[in-house]
Every structure is written in C-alpha cells, then in structure tokens.
C-alpha cells in the first residue's frame, strides 16, 4: 500500500511540468488578473510609439464588434492595440476560413495566440494575450507601396505586445 503516495508524488512532479491552457472539456485556463480595465490607448506612452515606429498623433479610435482601442500610423505599418470582450479560449473555436496561420504562444509567459491573414498580397498579424475575461489585441497591418520594406507583421506584433504585457495586472498581485 505504499505505492499509493509515491504514485501520487509521481503523478504531482508530472503536472508540475505540465502547463494547460484550458481546452473544450471545461478545463481552467491558468490565473490571470482581470485585464478588463486596461485602456489600450494609453498603455504605451507616446515615447514608445515613436520608437515602435508610428505617430502618437496619428490616434484614431476603434470600436469593432466587440473591440474597443485605438490605432496610429506609420511609414511603414498600421498599429492597433484593443481589448476584446470575447476571451482567449473562445479564438480556438472560431471558423477560421481568412487565416494563412493560426498558432498559440506566450508573451513573456503570458498565454496568446497569434495568426495571420492575407490583405492584397501583404501579410497582417494580430497577436492576442489572455487578460481574463477579455482578451488583449496588438494589430500589425504592413503599408503596401513601392516605398515599403518587407516587414515581418507577426515578430513586430510580438515584439510590441511584450512591451504592453510587463504592464498588464498580474495574478495575485
């Protein structure tokens, strides 16, 4: 009978290991602070939208289906940063005939998913971060013309989304 608390032992080093995001059986998604009240508008200052390559003046607000945040402007892309109503998990499910790809991810150990959709031959990236109840947008459109570099959409918007996600509450904190 000693088996038993060393198969538990086993059983608990293993999930230790082990990280799920949640799936379609109800499983919980790990503890994430409540990101429903972050205004991804202001989250960036307006030093760090310079540096990430677009206008602070540029700032026009967006509101979509369930999204709500701003874009700005660049030479060499479109920004936008939004809060969706609609969680992390519920991307999984969605009929995704537009998407070239779809994948989940982390930033900076925070769950996300990113994908990608095809727009007159250039590629726009979102990548997504579990906030919650809601789910955090960073949008990277490339600018077409002759005048544009080449711009991988998707590392930029990992690259911005890990700027904003240092700022976002954190579980039990």
């Known amino acids: 009978m000693t088996s038993c608390p060393a198969l538990v032992v086993a059983v608990g080093m293993l999930s230790v290991g082990c990280t799920v995001i949640g799936d379609a059986t109800g499983t919980a998604p790990p503890a994430v602070a409540d990101a429903s ?3 991804m508008c202001t989250v960036l200052t307006a030093a760090e939208l310079t540096r990430t390559g677009v206008s602070p003046s540029s700032r026009e607000p967006v509101e ?3 999204s709500v945040g701003c874009e700005w402007v660049g030479d060499q892309f479109i920004l936008s940063l939004e809060r969706d109503r609609a969680r992390l998990v519920s991307y999984r499910t969605r009929q995704r005939p537009a998407f070239i ?3 989940e991810n982390t930033v900076n150990g925070r769950a ?3 994908f990608r959709v095809d ?3 250039v590629t726009d990236c979102e990548q997504l971060m579990d906030g919650g109840p809601v789910s955090l947008v960073v949008g990277v459109s490339p600018q077409l013309g002759p005048d544009h570099r ?3 959409s998707c590392a930029e918007a ?5 700027l904003i996600e240092r700022r976002l509450p954190k579980a039990g904190g």
């Open 37 to 39: 009240r972050v205004d």
């Open 64 to 66: 979509q289906g369930s």
């Open 101 to 103: 790809a779809f994948a």
């Open 112 to 114: 996300g998913v990113t």
């Open 119 to 121: 727009r007159d031959g």
């Open 150 to 152: 080449p711009l991988d």
């Open 158 to 162: 990992l690259r911005i989304a890990q």
